[in-house]
């Protein structure tokens, strides 16, 4: 069994002046992000505008499907126009971790 984090550090425009606008940026992404059958939720930066951390985790039973699925979520994040990734952490787990 394999596991995998990623975390998506993203700017977001500027007229993200409000928790209530943030939300509106960050909750569709999210969704977006479960449509690959992952575990995803904004994990950082809450009380900042302008700035989000998204957070995704998956389980499979081999580490390239891992990889795969993570793969994906990051183009998806990338691919967005009304945000800029800044940064992506990633991490692998196996069985013997």
Do not use: N
Not at 22 to 36: D, E, G
Not at 37 to 44: D, I, K, L, N, P
């Amino acid at each position: 069994m394999y596991t995998g984090t990623a975390v998506f550090d993203l700017l977001l425009p500027g007229d993200s002046r409000s928790l209530k606008a943030k939300r509106s940026y960050v909750r569709p992404i999210v969704a977006a992000l479960r449509r690959f059958e992952v575990s995803a939720a904004e994990v950082g930066a809450l009380d900042l505008h302008g700035r989000a951390q998204i957070a995704v985790a998956v389980v499979a039973s081999e580490a390239a499907h891992v990889g795969e699925v993570l793969d994906a979520c990051e183009r998806s994040v990338a691919g967005r126009p009304e945000v800029e990734l800044l940064s992506v952490r990633r991490r692998l787990h196996g069985a013997d971790d």
